[in-house]
């Protein structure tokens, strides 16, 4: 189904950026699928359930289905990819942070902008945080280490980098974003210094 033309698609997607629309087109599309009703009758529905709710007796379907949306992703969800205007199937669930991320971020976000947010008013979301994985956390290189890291760099801007990491305690980014406004006054500082005693 062509989601885009909906109003509520629309205004739901004004002014985000073109890779965002991207993502957030293919969760809707997957959450179409998923629920077999088009973005009108999603809202339709919101709408419904949200004015139960006024009177005591919410059902909370919106966020059933964005709950039963995350398992059927996990376990059901045939991934497709595009090869011209041929559409293929590739393999069955996506991951979870892909899980959290069609229902967390881009469905919520469409209920949102249509004026319903998903969890309030009694009824509960429940999807699953994103635990931190191993390969995320710091790693603390020792002098032997960083002796070692420094032997296998090839270049002198290696090398420095690896040494300015090690003794400021800058991540990569950070070093490699310094332009030399960021360190002039410590270099004039340091020459200044030498020129001192050399003509002592």
């Given amino acids: 189904m062509d989601v885009e033309g909906f109003p509520e698609v629309v205004k739901w ?5 073109e890779r965002t629309r991207e993502g957030y087109l293919s969760a809707l599309r997957a ?32 966020e059933a289905r964005v709950a039963g949306f995350y398992e059927w992703l996990l376990k059901e969800y045939v991934q497709k990819k595009y090869v011209g205007s041929r559409k293929e199937t590739g393999k069955i669930g996506v991951s979870e942070n892909l899980a959290r991320t069609y229902c967390g971020a881009a469905v919520r976000s469409f209920y949102k902008t249509n004026g319903f947010r998903l969890g309030k008013g009694g009824a509960e979301l429940h999807i699953p945080k994103g635990a931190n994985k191993k390969e995320n956390f710091k790693l603390r290189l020792g002098q032997a280490e960083m002796r070692r890291l420094y032997d296998v760099c090839t270049s002198l801007r290696d090398k420095t980098i690896a040494l300015a990491m090690y003794q400021s305690f800058l991540r990569v980014g950070q070093v490699c974003s310094l332009n030399y406004g960021d360190v002039a006054r410590e270099l004039l500082l340091i020459l200044s210094v030498r020129l001192i005693s050399v003509k002592r």
């Fill in 13 to 17: 997607l004004r002014g985000k950026k």
């Fill in 31 to 62: 959450f179409v699928e998923y629920t077999k009703l088009t973005p009108t009758q999603l809202i339709e529905e919101a709408k419904e359930d949200s004015e139960l709710g006024r009177r005591g007796s919410s059902r909370g379907a919106p």
